[in-house]
């Protein structure tokens, strides 16, 4: 049984950091190209960051560029999101999702957790 167990979030004024974590268990991890996806009120799953098995390969949505920096380890089966410079816009459920190919949409990832909820003061 895979899961996805995120933790992190909570509530930080604009111009604050946050990192969050993502423990992965039932699955082979360095097999997984993971990825965090956000959902805020009224809109769909926006793509944030995603990587690659072994670290090699990262993208980024626009909005987060230079402001956010994904990364994992997989002795300990955990992908992070270092979120710095936050902005009220970047207030979201944010989710962590694991596929057995490297890319960007939603659809593209089978195992997904529940969520963390982060949210920005301005």
């Known amino acids: 049984q895979v899961q996805l167990v995120e933790s992190g979030g909570g509530l930080v004024q604009a111009g604050g950091s946050l990192r969050l974590s993502c423990a992965a268990s039932?699955?082979?991890?360095?097999?997984?190209?993971m990825a965090w996806f956000r959902q805020g009120p009224g809109k769909e799953h926006e793509f944030v960051a995603a990587i690659s098995w072994t670290s090699g390969s990262t993208s980024y949505a626009d909005s987060v560029k230079g402001r956010f920096t994904i990364s994992r380890d997989n002795p300990q089966n955990t992908v992070y999101l270092q979120m710095n410079s936050l902005k009220a816009e970047d207030t979201a459920l944010y989710y962590c999702?694991?596929?057995?190919?490297?890319?960007?949409?939603?659809?593209?990832?089978?195992?997904w957790g529940q969520g963390t909820q982060v949210t920005v003061s301005s």
């Open positions: 999702a694991a596929s057995i190919r490297f890319e960007t949409t939603p659809r593209g990832y089978r195992y």
């Open positions: 039932g699955l082979t991890f360095n097999r997984y190209a």
